[in-house]
């Protein structure tokens, strides 16, 4: 019995060194030399525009357009690989808009911006510093951004400083041996000290494997193969593994019926099932009120199941599902996995602490990082 209780975790860290060692070191970034970005002015203010000639001055390798003249590029991506939209600023600080609803800039060409003003000394501040809200489609586009993405080019925009020429001629200089022919898209920033960081797809994948690789080895070793009960708690999962499997199957089909029912009701109010639009919030309430009275019904069945009597087993099935539910709502935007996984790891450490004082204050700091994404769906953005 010793030996199979350490087959499972085992094989489990084997499974994890195997996709440790499958993580191949990027490999360096190709360049596509006969891309460059294109300069546009989005106004035709007296700043912006001696702006945009001092840079062809300065670099005359450099794209310098204007919004009206936009159309008339060659074909993308033939010239123009990227586009930096600028437009006049409302005061010493720039504001840099990179993204649109549901894409963000590329890594490289907001790094390019972000430390070219850092550089010439330019306090900035990003439009909206959580990247996964535009990913998820919660922000509302910026009209100035709205023709390039739509072109399917990769696009960002400054406002300018009263002396933006050192801005725009570093960024040139920069974007100058063409344009880097991957876009990261899914990535983390964190602005400090008048500079930004970001944190790529690597970084974010090798921080999971890392974090995931350590709390299975939490909850799968350490919980079967010590303690004078882990014989009993690993025949107790045997007996309900199942369960997890179950309650999925269940909340979908109460989800499926709840939304059933409340299109019809809404046919039977508008004549039609689509009338939901009109009352989208009221709709939504409706299909999850149904959802947990048929939850509640089928669950009623558990009685007639025999059950081990432990309670160990059930907040270990409970901590497996949590698991699983990072990766569910990381569906959504990659880049969100490290903040469902912080929240899981503090939530496993406040339920060990015992102290509800402890226990309530820790719960409304988890809900800290989630302020933007409340803030967001209370305006009506999305």
């Not at 060409?109 to 003003?117: G, I, K, M, R």
């Not at 004549?271 to 009275?293: D, E, N, Q, T, Y």
């Not at 099935?317 to 935007?333: H, K, P, Q, T």
Request: charged share 15%.
């Amino acid at each position: 019995m010793k030996r199979s209780r350490l087959l499972f975790p085992l094989s489990l860290l084997i499974l994890f060194a195997g996709t440790l060692h499958g993580l191949d070191a990027p490999a360096q970034d190709a360049v596509l030399e006969d891309l460059v970005p294109a300069f546009v002015a989005l106004d035709s203010s007296a700043a912006t525009i001696r702006a945009l000639e001092s840079l062809s001055e300065a670099r005359p390798d450099a794209l310098v357009l204007r919004a009206a003249d936009f159309k008339g590029v060659p074909t993308p991506p033939a010239v123009a690989g990227a586009v930096i939209a600028l437009r006049e600023g409302t005061g010493a600080g720039v504001t840099v808009v990179n993204g649109q609803r549901g894409k963000t800039s590329p890594r490289w060409l907001l790094l390019a911006v972000t430390d070219s003003l850092a550089e010439a000394g330019i306090p900035f501040a990003l439009a909206q510093p959580s990247m996964p809200l535009y990913r998820l489609g919660w922000i509302r586009d910026d009209p100035g951004l709205a023709e390039f993405s739509a072109s399917g080019l990769p696009s960002i925009l400054v406002e300018l400083p009263p002396n933006p020429e050192p801005f725009l001629g570093l960024t040139a200089a920069r974007l100058s041996s063409g344009i880097p022919a991957r876009s990261d898209q899914h990535y983390l920033t964190i602005q400090f000290r008048g500079r930004l960081y970001t944190f790529g797809e690597e970084a974010i994948v090798t921080l999971m494997i890392a974090v995931y690789g350590a709390l299975f080895f939490v909850v799968f070793f350490l919980s079967f193969s010590y303690g004078n009960r882990s014989e009993r708690h690993l025949r107790d999962f045997f007996r309900v593994w199942w369960l997890p499997f179950f309650y999925f199957a269940v909340t979908f089909a109460s989800l499926a019926a709840g939304q059933a029912l409340a299109k019809w009701l809404v046919g039977l109010q508008f004549g039609s099932p689509g009338g939901w639009v009109i009352i989208p919030a009221r709709a939504l309430s409706a299909k999850l009120v149904f959802a947990l009275f048929f939850l509640s019904i089928l669950v009623t069945f558990n009685q007639f199941i025999p059950f081990p009597q432990g309670s160990f087993i059930y907040g270990y099935i409970a901590s497996l599902a949590c698991l699983l539910n990072i990766f569910v709502f990381a569906s959504l935007d990659f880049s969100l996995s490290p903040l469902f996984s912080l929240v899981f790891c503090v939530s496993f450490a406040l339920y060990h602490l015992g102290n509800a004082g402890v226990q309530i204050g820790g719960l409304a700091l988890m809900a800290l990082p989630f302020v933007p994404y409340f803030v967001a769906l209370a305006r009506g953005d999305s």
